[in-house]
């Protein structure tokens, strides 16, 4: 389970961020990927420049291969792959005169080599998700992604009927089912709102609303896919504009906790508990990664601008004292 969100501050900033909900970590931390890394492909794509964006999210490294959850680069562009295990279709081997990308490496692909969410849908017309695992220890993962600049955002799926590109108008992503699902089950909800309902007369007796925040009621309150997508969704819908970095840092880590899972709640046919593990953002306007851990909730920030870049290998980045 994961849940992610973006929005824009009141200068049309970027913010974009996600939870990771899951049962046990993978010793993920913060990594950069200067412009000249040397990582390997999957396959070969002799249209792949020689230097691209720098990247920065949270990930593992394998070897000189940055595998990242999410991240985002210096141009504003930001991805996050979430759990899609019933619906996602990779193709099972490459395909002839297509552009051949492993599903492991795409959040990687997309963020060097692109600017904005305009060039990445251009370039999905010929790209095809490879079901190739990363080695025999770490097998392929069922993903969707979600992208996003200042725009807007897009949702991109690998179904049975091929790869789908939507329009993500609500800002939102969570897991199973589909995008367009998700799209069309938000009309069930369109009586919700934050003010205060109405008093009501029913006969002679006229009923006053205990206080704020009834009109959510019917709010759907689990934390399978569906019902965290409604609450992100309306509650990044409602939230107000922010201005600053401090106050859209708290938009984000809140949205974003309207969604989060707590130990005890969301049990695995194996016994095993969900939970979220982190909280992550990224702030274009500082090129700035929050994270805050489940056991270790303190939002930290790793500024980009502080590292640097002049390497050819992905590291690990160093919170800002």
Not at 227 to 253: I, Q
Not at 287 to 311: K, M, N, S, V, W
Request: glycine fraction near 10%; aromatic fraction near 10%; hydrophobic fraction near 40%.
């Amino acid at each position: 389970m994961c849940t992610a969100v973006r929005f824009t501050d009141s200068e049309g900033n970027l913010f974009f961020g996600r939870n990771l909900d899951w049962t046990v970590g993978y010793g993920e931390r913060v990594v950069v990927t200067p412009p000249a890394a040397k990582v390997p492909a999957a396959f070969e794509r002799p249209d792949d420049p020689e230097r691209g964006h720098t990247v920065m999210g949270m990930g593992i490294v394998v070897g000189d291969l940055p595998l990242y959850f999410d991240c985002a680069n210096d141009a504003g562009l930001a991805v996050a792959g979430l759990n899609f295990p019933q619906s996602a279709r990779y193709a099972a081997e490459p395909v002839e005169d297509t552009v051949n990308v492993a599903a492991y490496e795409f959040p990687y692909w997309v963020a060097r080599n692109f600017s904005t969410v305009e060039e990445v849908r251009a370039a999905l017309e010929r790209v095809t998700v490879v079901a190739r695992p990363v080695n025999e220890q770490l097998p392929v993962a069922n993903l969707h992604w979600i992208i996003s600049d200042a725009t807007g955002a897009i949702v991109v799926e690998c179904l049975e009927r091929g790869l789908v590109v939507w329009d993500d108008d609500v800002n939102v992503l969570t897991n199973e089912p589909d995008f367009g699902w998700h799209r069309q089950n938000l009309r069930n909800y369109l009586m919700l709102t934050g003010g205060e309902p109405a008093a009501a007369t029913w006969g002679s007796a006229r009923l006053a609303p205990f206080g704020s925040g009834v009109g959510m009621q019917g709010l759907p309150g689990d934390y399978g896919g569906p019902a965290r997508f409604v609450r992100a969704a309306f509650v990044n819908a409602h939230y107000p504009t922010k201005s600053g970095e401090k106050d859209n840092v708290t938009r984000l880590f809140r949205t974003l906790g309207a969604a989060a899972v707590p130990e005890g709640c969301a049990e695995m046919a194996d016994g095993s508990e969900e939970r979220t593990l982190y909280t992550s953002g990224y702030s274009v306007a500082t090129r700035t990664y929050y994270h805050a851990a489940y056991d270790a909730p303190a939002i930290c920030a790793y500024p980009l601008d502080a590292c640097d870049l002049t390497g050819d290998k992905p590291f690990f980045a160093e919170a800002a004292a």
